[in-house]
Nanobody, 122 residues
Framework: QVQLEDSGGGLVQAGGSLRLSCTAS????????MGWFRRPPGKEREFVAA????????LYADSVKGRFTLSRDNAKNTVFLQMNNLKSEDTAVYYC???????????????WGQGTQVTVSS
């Protein structure tokens, strides 16, 4: 089983930036994909972005493409979500998650972080 710890959320003004982190521990050998999801207040959880530990291009939701950037540090088992030009609609609880294959479906991610709150003020 993979344990995930996500962090880095906070309160920022519109147009500002935040950098979220997710560190994996445990049996990471079976985890190929690290994804990010978010749950806006009063709405369903939605896909944000995903990246492979081994290679290939990251996958981004249309709503964040060009503003959010995924990166990874394999030696530290950590992935990062750099969020720039934040908008009020980005306000949500953000979760990192692990899956064996690239997917945007929440039910195919087996392990989840505890979530970190991102609030963007006008």
């Amino acid at each position: 089983q993979v344990q995930l710890e996500d962090s880095g959320g906070g309160l920022v003004q519109a147009g500002g930036s935040l950098r979220l982190s997710c560190t994996a521990s445990g049996r990471t050998f079976s985890t190929v994909i690290m994804g990010w999801f978010r749950r806006p207040p009063g709405k369903e959880r939605e896909f944000v972005a995903a990246i492979s530990w081994t290679g290939g291009s990251p996958l981004y939701a249309d709503s964040v493409k060009g503003r959010f950037t995924l990166s990874r540090d394999n030696a530290k088992n950590t992935v990062f979500l750099q969020m720039n030009n934040l908008k009020s609609e980005d306000t949500a609880v953000y979760y990192c998650a692990a899956a064996p294959n690239l997917t945007t479906r929440t039910n195919l991610y087996a392990s989840w972080g505890q979530g970190t709150q991102v609030t963007v003020s006008s």
